[in-house]
């Protein structure tokens, strides 16, 4: 298996066009599962303060993550975590629901953001200027700190949600299709926090 490091290393190395102290690393969280909302992160690290271990939150044992999580606020710059709620994920497609969690977790940033490093292969349609970083969580850590953030905060709203309809098993699966989703969703049906628009919950929702 192949390790977070081992596939940044696979790539050309990261050239940022920007020199300056308020780089911005953005990253989601969410957009396969089934129910709950889109998580977006953003965070401007302090090159007086660097935190070690940052990569892929995937790559992160749970207790790791929520350490680092802890750091990360204490140490960054600026952070912020925003998130678009199943109903807007339904309305607009998770692709622009996710680009709009990125941004409002920009637009929450305090210092404000000069340049944006975000994961993925497309910037989110926000004024300021920035590169799309391919595999970007193991290969900057701003992007690294912000994939943390988003993926702790989703957790637990995961494990919130699991503490209300434990029938599900939210705290195991987050959300995504599991077998053991699937199976909730057909014996139990769809909550209000279910994305309406995904081909399981639609389905299920046309047998009521």
Do not use: C
């Not at 204490?74 to 109903?87: G, H, N, Q, T, Y």
């Not at 692709?95 to 292969?121: C, F, K, Q």
């Amino acid at each position: 298996m192949t390790s977070a490091r081992g596939k940044a290393a696979e790539l050309p190395p990261l050239v940022v066009d920007y020199r300056g102290e308020r780089l911005a690393g953005v990253d989601e969280v969410g957009r396969g599962p089934l129910v709950g909302a889109v998580v977006a992160a953003a965070v401007i690290l302090d090159p007086a303060r660097p935190i070690e271990g940052l990569t892929d939150s995937k790559a992160l044992s749970a207790r790791r993550r929520e350490a680092l999580d802890v750091e990360i606020r204490e140490r960054a710059l600026a952070f912020a975590v925003a998130e678009a709620s199943p109903a807007e994920v339904d309305a607009l497609n998770i692709y622009h629901a996710t680009h709009l969690a990125m941004r409002r977790a920009i637009d929450a940033l305090s210092p404000a953001a000069e340049y944006l490093l975000v994961d993925g292969n497309r910037l989110p349609g926000h004024h300021l200027p920035g590169q799309a970083v391919v595999k970007g969580d193991a290969r900057h850590p701003a992007i690294a700190a912000a994939s943390i953030l988003a993926k702790v905060a989703r957790d637990a709203q995961m494990r919130a949600l699991d503490a209300r309809h434990p029938d599900y098993g939210f705290a195991r699966h987050k959300g995504y299709p599991t077998r053991e989703h699937l199976a909730a969703l057909e014996r139990f049906g769809a909550l209000p926090e279910h994305r309406r628009s995904f081909a399981p919950v639609k389905r299920q929702l046309a047998l009521f």
